[in-house]
């Protein structure tokens, strides 16, 4: 009998973490280099419950800010934006929660639905490990017929020198977000 309980409090204590960390986020939009004139990036994250989601994502899109683009930067609540007509880039990311894409940014591109050939960037973290996460975004982005122009996975425990040459995420975001092809490229 006691075997049982422990099994049943373990199991509530796992749904309870998972929905916990799944939790959408509101926030506001917020535009970056409104001045910007080379394209307008949308950029839709879940920061997850630790601090460095936001720091990749931000540098992320300091990297676009750099290379001129005008950036609007928002969570993936019900308020994000939905219509991406006034958008060159779409930018998805957030951490991975048990071996899957977090499920507010899943929830936020079924609610986009075509994509429409929109140009698509997904960034995904892990603790020590994205793979399954980012090929799961990956499919979800080609399946909703995003055009996937950067599939960005980055660990913020394990290393990231085998996959990118060097371990700062945040540099890795930074440089990644300058080699994205401006529109018309």
Request: proline residues 5%; charged residues 20%; glycine residues 12%.
């Amino acid at each position: 009998m006691t075997l049982i309980v422990l099994l049943i409090v373990l199991a509530a204590a796992l749904v309870l973490s998972y929905l916990w960390l799944n939790k959408e986020v509101v926030s506001e939009l917020e535009v970056r280099n409104s001045e910007g004139s080379v394209g307008t990036a949308l950029v839709v994250y879940h920061p997850g419950k630790g601090g460095s989601g936001k720091r990749i994502t931000t540098s992320f899109v300091q990297g676009l800010v750099s290379n001129g683009w005008r950036v609007e930067m928002t969570t993936p609540s019900a308020q994000a934006p939905t219509d991406l007509s006034g958008y060159d880039l779409l930018v998805l990311g957030g951490p991975t929660y048990w071996f899957t894409p977090n499920r507010p940014i899943r929830r936020y591109l079924r609610r986009l639905g075509d994509l429409g050939g929109k140009r698509t960037v997904t960034i995904i973290t892990g603790m020590g490990e994205g793979g399954r996460s980012t090929s799961i975004m990956e499919r979800d982005v080609r399946e909703a017929n995003g055009d996937l122009v950067k599939a960005l996975l980055l660990y913020t425990i394990r290393p990231n020198e085998e996959l990118h040459g060097i371990n700062d995420a945040v540099e890795i975001a930074t440089r990644a977000a300058k080699e994205i092809p401006l529109p018309g490229e």
